[in-house]
């Protein structure tokens, strides 16, 4: 076996190496090893077509330009997802689905493909018994952020799941607040934000973690008003949305149909964007790149409303849920949100169902939990922030 290392080489000006122009073919039958780092180490300022291995998320990278940045060389849509069976086996884009509560809290982890329809599977468990949480992910992890262990006992501990294998949640750290419960919860390929919520004292602050890198909240501004009930992973690439109010005790005792807004990669506070079609509390809001989503409100109703992320305006009817549910959660692909859970008179459901995000139209079954929650938290490995 021989071995060329190109260090040994100079240009005629300077000490680096020198360029291969043209056609470069490696015939190896063993292997290439490219440069390799972690997140941190990033080269900012490189030629488009740059390769290199990520350590922090073991897969390759490109660097796309200034615009776009780094993206990993992978499918987000049709990449590998393990433990599953039948509706759940091969590839696809998958759900979690985790915590509630039934009155009590617990820490069960389900798993489902967005693509096919059918029923969870179990997946593992969370660190602790957690409801009402925030519900972060980018195309290979999952965050748990904050939530009630029986409320109104808040904790504001943050646990990490890798979405394409089955197993245990583990730490990853903490959120500033321990007044976490249901807060808004979202972000882009590098970022996520949470923040709202309350109970028993109301916030309106925003924190932001870097999904791939383990440590504490970092403060990112303030929400327009002082609320609890602001559930939901709605936003794009660039911008992250926030749906409704209701805060007891907090600016008014009542709902509200207020729409914030923010850019997840700057810090600031939250702007107005407009109005939804009705006040409510305790709906969720999910969303692809382009079209957020309102699913189910308090008091129960099976309203669904949209807007467009990239304008500013109020919200447009979209259709019903199947089910009056609200205390729920969802998670999308580019083209379909699943609405996962929730609270269906008289008490907690197992029910899933579905709509197609750039249509107008009613939910349509799609399948069950393993176990009927409210409070769940969900998300997955492609929504609308990636």
Not at 18 to 37: A, H
Request: net charge negative; proline share 4%.
């Amino acid at each position: 076996m021989s071995e060329i290392n190109s260090s040994n080489f100079k240009k005629e000006h300077g000490d680096l190496a020198p360029d291969l122009v043209g056609v470069s073919e490696l015939t190896s039958p063993y292997f290439f090893v490219p440069p390799s780092g972690n997140t941190a180490e990033r080269p900012e300022d490189c030629e488009p077509g740059t390769l290199r291995f990520n350590t922090d998320i073991g897969s390759l990278e490109i660097f796309r330009g200034k615009t776009i940045g780094w993206e990993q060389i992978q499918r987000r849509e049709s990449q590998y997802l393990g433990g599953g069976t039948g509706s759940n086996s091969g590839t696809g884009t998958r759900a979690l689905a985790f915590g509630g509560g039934s009155p009590t809290a617990v820490n069960t982890i389900n798993f489902l493909t967005i693509e096919v329809l059918g029923d969870a599977q179990d997946f593992g468990d969370l660190n602790h018994n957690e409801s009402s949480m925030a519900a972060i992910s980018d195309s290979t992890r999952m965050l748990c952020v904050g939530g009630s262990s029986n409320h109104p006992g808040q904790i504001n501990t943050i646990e990490k799941m890798t979405i394409a294998s089955t197993g245990n949640a583990s730490d990853f750290g903490d959120a500033i607040s321990a007044c976490t419960h249901n807060p808004y919860g979202g972000g882009d390929r590098t970022r996520g934000v949470y923040g709202g919520g309350g109970s028993p004292t109301n916030v309106n602050t925003l924190e932001y973690i870097t999904i791939q890198s383990e440590g504490n909240g970092v403060d990112f501004g303030d929400l327009t008003a002082i609320g609890q009930f602001r559930r939901g992973n709605a936003g794009s690439t660039t911008r992250g949305i926030v749906f409704g109010n209701y805060a007891p005790g907090g600016d008014s005792h009542s709902n509200h149909n207020i729409i914030d807004f923010f850019t997840f990669s700057t810090t600031g506070n939250a702007k107005d964007f407009g109005d939804l079609t009705t006040t409510f509390s305790d709906a969720t809001g999910s969303s692809n790149c382009i079209r957020a989503l309102r699913i189910g409100k308090w008091p129960t109703l099976d309203v669904i409303d949209f807007v467009t992320i990239a304008t500013l305006g109020n919200a447009i009817d979209f259709g019903d849920l199947i089910d009056s549910t609200y205390h729920s959660s969802a998670a999308t692909n580019p083209t379909r949100a699943v609405r996962i859970g929730g609270n269906q008179a008289p008490g907690a459901t197992n029910s899933m169902e579905f709509v197609t995000i750039m249509t107008t139209g009613n939910g349509t079954d799609f399948g069950d939990l393993t176990y009927a929650t409210r409070g769940v938290g969900a998300n997955s490995n492609g929504h609308g922030g990636l």
